[in-house]
């Protein structure tokens, strides 16, 4: 209740300062899904309507080299949160500070790219795989940033601290009573290198380590390590990914990939996509081909169509998907 009245008081100080700046984006997205399910002998059909992600994203400025953003998140797997709440401070192009809870400079296809720009409807599996090993709040953490361009634009970078990875939806520390509160001591480290060598080709690579304790619990150490990297050619109608993810959480290794394929005629982007991870070290490796249609009817609204075939290298079941997702976007700032 604290956060959301400090939100709220933050917005109304941004509306009544002369010189601030404040905008609204959001997306509304309207799922149909269905799946067969393996159920012992039979395979039942499991179907039904749902709100995917509801997002209200208040973003502005205060001056012209300080920036803010908040984003309040309605998902239909996750209790609704303030996903982002951040500061910016622009020291030159070469150098900008960021500070509060957001994206860590990790795997592209996270929180790098919003929910409402994605080719397939939901993120690939090991991009999932990897938020929840690395113990991150929607694909956030609270931490501080160092990123900037260099080389005339054609080098980013990207160097963050984070609070302790299982905590790092909450303020650490702190002390309410005569005894502290923080029950994990730890930091993540991140950082993030990409490449622009010709229009629309981007190269990338990312490195993570992070390990935390809870003082109360003897060798209770958690360790997480995760890197990858990426190649994305988007120019014209042409779409092409490709990313590489692999890490360790607690002992446990994991690694997978996926690849994505598009080309866009007018409106309509028919896109076939790839995914093969293992979830643990030499486990059960699983593989989804997928295969879909975007309709892009204007800059606000985007109607998708997705066939997803899933199989298991083991212990194969019948559980392929079909989604359909309405999307509504839209951005109070005239551009």
């Not at 008081?9 to 984006?25: G, P, Q, R, Y």
């Not at 999932?128 to 260099?150: D, E, V």
């Not at 997978?256 to 490796?285: C, D, H, Q, W």
């Not at 169509?305 to 083991?314: A, G, V």
Request: no cysteine; proline share 3%; glycine share 10%.
């Amino acid at each position: 209740m604290k956060r959301i009245l400090f939100v709220v008081l933050l917005l109304v100080f941004l509306f009544t300062t002369v010189h601030s700046e404040v905008n609204f984006k959001g997306l509304v997205q309207s799922w149909f899904s269905i799946s067969s399910q393996a159920n012992g002998d039979t395979t039942d059909s499991i179907y039904g309507f749902s709100n995917r992600r509801i997002r209200l994203a208040p973003y502005g400025t205060f001056s012209k080299k300080m920036r803010w953003g908040v984003q309040f998140a309605f998902d239909k797997f996750a209790p609704p949160s303030v996903l982002d709440a951040y500061m910016e401070y622009f020291l030159s192009r070469e150098a900008i500070v960021k500070i509060g809870k957001f994206a860590p400079p990790g795997v592209k296809a996270a929180a790098l790219t919003s929910s409402g720009a994605l080719d397939l409807i939901e993120r690939a599996s090991i991009v999932q795989l990897w938020g929840g090993k690395s113990g991150l709040h929607g694909y956030r953490a609270f931490g501080t940033q160092l990123s900037g361009k260099l080389m005339e634009g054609k080098i980013y970078y990207a160097f963050m601290l984070s609070n302790a990875l299982t905590a790092s939806n909450n303020w650490l520390p702190t002390v309410k009573n005569a005894t502290t509160t923080n029950a994990h001591n730890g930091m993540g480290i991140w950082g993030r290198l990409e490449a622009y060598p010709v229009p629309g080709l981007q190269i990338g690579g990312f490195l993570g380590s992070g390990s935390e304790a809870d003082p109360a619990i003897v060798e209770s150490d958690i360790k997480r390590t995760s890197y990858g990297g990426n190649i994305f050619y988007k120019r014209n109608n042409i779409n092409l990914k490709f990313e590489y993810i692999s890490g360790e959480s607690n002992g446990i290794k994991y690694s997978g990939m996926y690849a994505v394929a598009g080309y866009r005629f007018n409106k309509l982007e028919p896109v076939i996509g790839f995914e093969s991870f293992t979830p643990i070290y030499e486990g059960e490796k699983y593989t989804n081909f997928s295969g879909g249609i975007n309709y892009f009817h204007s800059k606000n609204v985007k109607l998708q169509f997705n066939y997803i075939m899933r199989s298991e290298d083991i212990t194969d079941v019948d559980n392929d998907i079909i989604y359909a997702n309405f999307q509504y976007s839209f951005n109070s700032k005239k551009k």
